[in-house]
């Protein structure tokens, strides 16, 4: 039966709900969402990977501007004087000394531009007899200048130190010879500057092998090699 034209009022129970257009299937609805998730949108994608070569390769760039600019190199650490308190040759073996050795250490800084400041707090110098440390110390903080020359004297201090009868032998045998071989090694953590730009923090370690004609107050060195190096093997590529 059809209805006569006209505006009609439909009331419908409380408890009833009528949605237009029905709800999506939830099933249908999860696969959406999920794939959504799992595969991104390959645009944005390479945006992130286009941003991060751009960076890298910039820094790239300045990294090398600043080589080819600055030249840069580490600085040089050698001992200049070294003498020793606590040996007393005509005791008999095995013996307990107690060793204090007094360095005088030159540091020098060739670059024309780059400055270093050096940290005192968590430096160390070892003297070593035969890759037995004898005697322990540690380096002052000091600011090095470029093209800056620096000298200063340390006391290294050794508590009860037990020498075998065979490496007071073999002591005793380099003394009359007049050929002591000493190892003097450094370490110490620092800042390059250049300009108001300053650097992260590293490690510099250096080592000198030196021969002194005897163990006492008043000894000369008669031969020296010493080398320096960087704990950060990237750094290290840069500077020589």
Known sequence: MSLP????IIRVPNDQIICHPPPPNPNIQKRR???AASHPRPARRRCT???CFSFFLSLLIAVGVIYFACDPNLPKFTVDRLSLDGFAFNSTSPLTVNPEFHVTVRAENPNKNIGFSYSGKRSFVTVSLESNALCRGSLPSFDHGPRNVTVFKTDLIGYE????????KRLMGRQGRKCVPITVDFGVPFRAGLGGLISWTFEMKARCDLTVDKLGVDSR???KVCRVYLVNFFFSLLVR
């Not at 034209?5 to 009609?8: L, M, N, R, S, V």
């Not at 130190?161 to 007071?168: A, M």
């Open 5 to 8: 034209p006209g505006t009609y």
């Open 33 to 35: 969402t999920f794939a």
């Open 161 to 168: 130190i037990r020498l075998s009868e065979p490496f007071w």
């Open 49 to 51: 990977c286009l941003r």
């Open 221 to 223: 060195i008669t031969s």
